[in-house]
């Protein structure tokens, strides 16, 4: 029923910018925090930045001042927008969203993932 699906991904040289998108479709409740992480080849599974239901952002280190998180909450979309891209940023990005439905207990929700490649 909840699906999250990203889009947005591709190929970009370093210093370019890509702006990535999640949207959540289905019988939602509530959506509480909302994030996404990215996974490198070889790599464990890291945070990138996650955002409150209230507007609240927390980034990793290595992409403060390069990437930035937003999300329409009537469109029921989060974005990422990625600047000054580099090849360490190459990775598998997910959309991950807690999520409430009818009924129900709040329940963990993944997309299935975007490719994000850039090249030096």
């Known amino acids: 029923q909840v699906q999250l699906v990203e889009s947005g991904g591709g190929l970009v040289q370093a210093g370019g910018s890509l702006r990535l998108s999640c949207v959540v479709s289905g019988t939602i409740f509530s959506i509480g925090t909302m994030g996404w992480y990215r996974q490198a080849p070889g790599k464990q599974r890291e945070m990138v930045v996650v955002?409150?239901?209230?507007?609240?952002?927390t980034y990793v280190d290595s992409v403060k001042g390069r990437f930035t998180i937003s999300k329409d909450n009537a469109k029921k979309t989060m974005y990422l927008q990625m600047a000054s891209l580099k090849p360490e940023d190459t990775a598998v990005y997910y959309c991950?969203?807690?999520?409430?439905?009818?009924?129900?207990?709040?329940?963990?929700?993944w997309g299935q993932g975007t490719q994000v490649t850039v090249s030096s």
């Open positions: 955002i409150t239901s209230g507007g609240r952002s």
């Open positions: 991950n969203a807690n999520i409430r439905t009818y009924g129900s207990d709040w329940y963990i929700y």
